[in-house]
């Protein structure tokens, strides 16, 4: 079946522009989650989405970052005047979640430049 | 979540079994251990979990020591496909992400 999808693949912007990102989860995945990696780094989480409940948004680095997840499917992510540490792969999971054992499938990621 | 040590890279022959070690001392009685790995230039993909018995899969096993300080991550007949970094991670349900740290670089050689 279809994995997670993200769009676009690649974004190339300029220092101060607004991006926005969009994940598109596995059908009747309940969870959704933002991920950000920069260049040889591990990952650093930014946003979980879970059902109808308030997301968590402990992850997000500035108020420059909002996501926000319509009919509790389809994601985006916002990154308001973008910076140049801003630039890193953006990646998107998600989950049907089963309590203990919750497994994550990741989509291909966003490449972001900004120059 | 406890923290996971895992060696920076690893070499393994093609067609030999790959084994990575991870060291999690501070795993508490409700943390899962995941591997997760990531070939370059795509998203991290799950190969397997467990909370303390052994577990095989498709694509690997895994071995957690009996006092779940540790465990390792085999793929019996390793491919040049394998190379990618793989994550060892432990966590809780109470935890919304997860805490992907440097990994291992695998690389598998002809």
């Known amino acids: 079946g279809a994995g997670v999808s993200q769009s676009p693949s690649n974004k190339v912007t300029e220092k101060g522009k607004d991006v926005e990102l969009r994940c598109d989860p596995i059908s009747g995945h309940t969870a959704l989650y933002w991920y950000r990696q920069s260049l040889g780094q591990g990952l650093e989480f930014l946003i979980y989405?879970?059902?109808?409940?308030?997301?968590?948004k402990s992850g997000l680095p500035s108020d420059r970052f909002s996501a926000e997840r319509t009919g509790g499917s389809v994601s985006t992510l916002t990154i308001q005047r973008t910076q140049q540490e801003d630039s890193a792969v953006y990646l998107c999971?998600?989950?049907?979640?089963?309590?203990?054992?919750?497994?994550?499938?990741f989509g291909p990621g966003t490449r972001l430049l900004v120059l | 979540d406890a923290k996971t040590t895992q060696p920076p890279s690893m070499d393994c022959a093609e067609g030999r079994a790959a084994n990575l070690p991870c060291n999690h001392s501070?795993?508490?009685?409700?943390?899962?251990v995941y591997w997760y790995r990531q070939i370059h230039s795509q998203g991290p993909q799950y190969i397997i979990h467990g909370l303390k018995n052994n577990e095989t899969n498709e694509m690997a096993s895994l071995i957690i020591t009996e006092d779940r300080k540790s465990s390792t991550l085999i793929l019996p007949h390793a491919t040049l496909r394998d190379t990618a970094v793989y994550y060892c991670?432990?966590?809780?349900?109470?935890?919304?992400?997860?805490?992907f740290g440097a990994g291992t670089r695998l690389t598998v050689k002809p």
């Open positions: 999971a998600s989950s049907l979640w089963q309590g203990a054992q919750e497994t994550q499938y």
């Open positions: 501070t795993i508490s009685g409700n943390e899962y």
């Open positions: 989405f879970q059902g109808n409940s308030a997301p968590d």
């Open positions: 991670i432990v966590r809780t349900i109470f935890n919304n992400d997860m805490r």
